[in-house]
């Protein structure tokens, strides 16, 4: 990897729709000024939904990884998702650490701390210690305030309305 400058921490939180959306965009905008991309999904499970179909597009630039069981907060075998987050969070360290990325997204990621599926400690040092010039965007609800306290920008979505409220069933290309 060649002489770069630092690497920044963004986390995207809050209760609003728009945190993978935002990070989807990120990653957009990466991978169009030639920054390879790792976009590692934590949660979100093998069902279809349009970013898994967007992103195989841009294959040369963007590696696209679903490496969920699904939404944790309705599993059938909670070790079985730790054992699918242990795997997960030792890929992302790979991809921190490879000198391939420029940008490495951990999607939905704080549900994987804060559930206590990976080791937080683990993860705030593997985060200060990352590649100099290796930019890392953390998604999710409910970021830790350590998380935060680290980061260089935050961004905390939040829902002023929803058309959920109103019994609207998410949508394609919207939702999914």
Not at 16 to 45: D, E, H, W, Y
Request: glycine share 10%; proline share 2%.
């Amino acid at each position: 990897m060649t002489k770069m400058e630092r690497g920044l921490l963004i986390i995207l939180t809050g209760n609003g729709k728009g945190k993978t959306t935002s990070a989807l965009g990120q990653s957009m905008r990466a991978a169009g000024n030639g920054m390879p991309v790792c976009f590692i999904q934590f949660i979100k499970g093998s069902w279809k939904y349009g970013e898994i179909e967007a992103m195989k597009r841009f294959s040369d630039i963007i590696d696209f990884r679903v490496m969920g069981r699904g939404f944790t907060w309705k599993s059938d075998d909670l070790e079985k998702d730790r054992a699918v987050a242990a795997e997960a969070w030792e890929y992302a360290q790979t991809a921190m650490n490879s000198g391939r990325y420029r940008l490495v997204v951990l999607d939905e990621f704080t549900y994987v701390i804060n559930y206590g599926m990976v080791d937080r400690d683990a993860v705030m040092s593997a985060i200060e210690h990352r590649p100099h010039g290796v930019h890392l965007v953390i998604t999710g609800r409910d970021a830790p305030e350590e998380l935060i306290n680290v980061a260089d920008l935050v961004t905390e979505m939040r829902e002023v309305k929803h058309h959920y409220k109103k019994g609207i069933k998410a949508m394609r290309g919207i939702e999914f």
